[in-house]
């Protein structure tokens, strides 16, 4: 499998399929074991703990910061000592290889 974090995200406006079970499956198996998918198929989150408010903070700034390198957003819950990072593709209403681009480089942060 190919290193997500090398990759760039596509812009996607719909128009196409979410990924299939099978390939995201396939994407899962380069993330950290702590990413979820939902029940439906079409989020995929993960929960990030921090010793501090600053800490979290200085975390949901890298976030966007990839967010905003992508062009791709994710949900953010924050609150003292932890972050959740949500992560779908509104346009397509499920999960594209985008979302697995931008998982990979927030694991990348806490490595």
Known sequence: MTDLT?????????????????????LRQALHGDWVLSA???????????????RTMGFVNAVAWIAESEGHHPDLEVGYGRCVVQWSTH???GLTEN??????????LVE
Not at 40 to 54: C, Q, V
């Open 40 to 54: 439906d198929g079409k989020w995929l989150s993960r929960r990030f703990e921090f010793p501090g408010f600053g």
């Open 99 to 108: 979302d697995f681009i931008c998982a990979a480089k927030v694991d990348r």
């Open 6 to 26: 090398a990759k760039r995200c596509k812009p996607c406006e719909g128009g196409v399929p979410p990924l299939a079970p099978a390939a995201v499956a396939e």
């Open 91 to 93: 346009a397509v209403d």
